[in-house]
């Protein structure tokens, strides 16, 4: 069992890494507390996402559900607990409008006529999913040729960069720092949707 910190009197309130490592032991207690301590707020950031209360409430119970099966995800170096929440319930949130809008669009093309095959919960991930590597393929086309070029070799043919250093006939130096240009840009670029993987 994992080692937690418990409060030495009834009123002093446990800290919320403490509260995780206490679901990651299965107490419902801490996961309590934690929904006490933080519903409100990202109840708000889900209801200003999706501006309906039903929605966003369902949002906040698929996140505390995931901080139930997932606690062990939450890395303190890179964010507190806090921010952790907020990023979650604003992932969940973005996703669920996402869903909304390919229905209201599939129900459009319905209604004009159009017949559509793909409304399956499969169907809407795979738009999900082409719409991702479109904004990624997107970004990628506005890279220098040069910085492109190593990323593509890394990516789609799956070459080390000792391997492109050789195929591109480049000093490793340069293929190093091109590839970490490019990435930068790209991690700026793509900041919302790296944000909705965690």
Do not use: C
Request: proline share 5%; aromatic share 4%.
């Amino acid at each position: 069992m994992n080692p937690v910190n418990v409060p030495s009197s009834p009123t002093e309130a446990p800290a919320d890494a403490a509260l995780l490592r206490q679901v990651l032991d299965r107490r419902p207690e801490a996961l309590s507390t934690l929904y006490d301590r933080y519903a409100a707020a990202l109840l708000a950031v889900a209801r200003r996402i999706l501006g309906t209360p039903d929605d966003a409430e369902e949002v906040l119970q698929e996140v505390f559900l995931h901080v139930w099966n997932h606690a062990g995800r939450y890395d303190a170096a890179r964010s507190s607990v806090s921010t952790w929440l907020i990023l979650i319930t604003r992932s969940r949130a973005i996703d669920r409008l996402r869903t909304r809008k390919v229905v209201e669009r599939t129900h459009e093309t319905s209604a004009q006529g159009n017949p559509v095959e793909h409304a399956s919960p499969e169907g809407l991930e795979n738009v999900f999913l082409q719409e991702r590597r479109e904004r990624v393929r997107g970004e990628m086309a506005k890279l220098p040729e040069e910085q492109r070029q190593v990323l593509e070799m890394a990516f789609y043919e799956g070459l080390s960069q000792s391997e492109i250093a050789a195929k591109a006939g480049l000093p490793l130096g340069t293929v190093k720092t091109r590839t970490l240009l490019a990435m930068k840009k790209l991690r700026s670029a793509l900041r919302d949707e790296i944000r909705e993987l965690l």
